[in-house]
């Protein structure tokens, strides 16, 4: 073979050899690209941060403005179980996001209510199927100082029915707020309103000497009845009502136990 031919050959070899080389850089550039481009990096959350914006329903740029939120003074106020969706309602930016979060926040408290009634039902029923003939508490036993001392934790939550105008409910709602301390907090669901009548609302608790700094930690909540206390005693509950949100069990309490 001559010496010009061998040059020839030995061209063509390093020109295929650079074509290749070229082509696996190409090929390794686009599967990069792929990588850069899965829903993670694309969201700019982490892994944890994207599964718990995917548990609350909410996008990555919500989840984002959620953590910007809880970085300034809702975080330093609000209490540490305050949720991602009550974060965007109380900053929402407009009429239609308030209208939003709130209707999610409803929807969501409306399915937890469910949850706990669910369980209890089934609770009672594995009381009766496991211990037919046995009371699950039988209230003889029980002095009755232990009985008072004991109505109430820090952990519980206290949901009381209440309204304008009775007499009833304001002697209740003073003790209540007399022990305000002893609880997680007190939830109160005002009838007898205008659906959405928020003034009256406010009202209500100025009359009753609502602390504000209460209703910010949402230590007390000011709530619109709308049927819940029908939902809650299957329509057997009558204003003044007071129940008690213990883990996933709730009961009604007297008067007496306050």
Not at 121 to 127: F, K, P, Q
């Amino acid at each position: 073979m001559s010496s010009r031919l061998i040059l020839i050959t030995m061209a063509i070899a390093l020109a295929v050899s650079g074509s290749v080389g070229a082509a696996g850089t190409s090929s390794t550039e686009v599967n990069e690209t792929k990588q850069d481009a899965s829903p993670i990096a694309a969201s700019g959350l982490s892994a944890t941060d994207l599964a718990r914006a995917q548990l609350w329903d909410l996008s990555a740029v919500e989840w984002h403005r959620y953590q910007q939120l809880m970085q300034g003074i809702r975080g330093s106020i609000s209490p540490s179980t305050i949720s991602p969706i009550e974060v965007l309602g109380i900053h929402a930016r407009d009429d239609a996001e308030r209208r939003q979060y709130a209707e999610a926040w409803v929807r969501v408290m409306r399915e937890d209510v469910d949850r706990i009634l669910a369980f209890q039902h089934a609770y009672d029923a594995a009381g009766k199927r496991l211990y037919p003939n046995e009371l699950m508490i039988d209230i003889d036993r029980l002095p009755g100082k232990r009985e008072q001392a004991d109505a109430f934790q820090a952990t519980d939550r206290i949901l009381f029915f209440s309204r304008p105008n009775c007499p009833d409910c304001d002697a209740l709602m003073t003790k209540l707020l007399a022990r305000i301390d002893s609880v997680s907090g007190v939830d109160i669901f005002l009838a007898a309103l205008a659906p959405g009548d928020d003034a009256a609302v406010r009202a209500w608790a100025s009359t009753h000497q609502i602390n504000p700094k209460w209703v910010r930690s949402r230590q007390i909540t000011l709530n619109h009845d709308a049927g819940a206390l029908d939902k809650l005693t299957s329509g057997q509950g009558k204003v003044p009502t007071i129940l008690r949100r213990r883990g996933e069990k709730l009961s009604q309490l007297q008067g007496s136990d306050l």
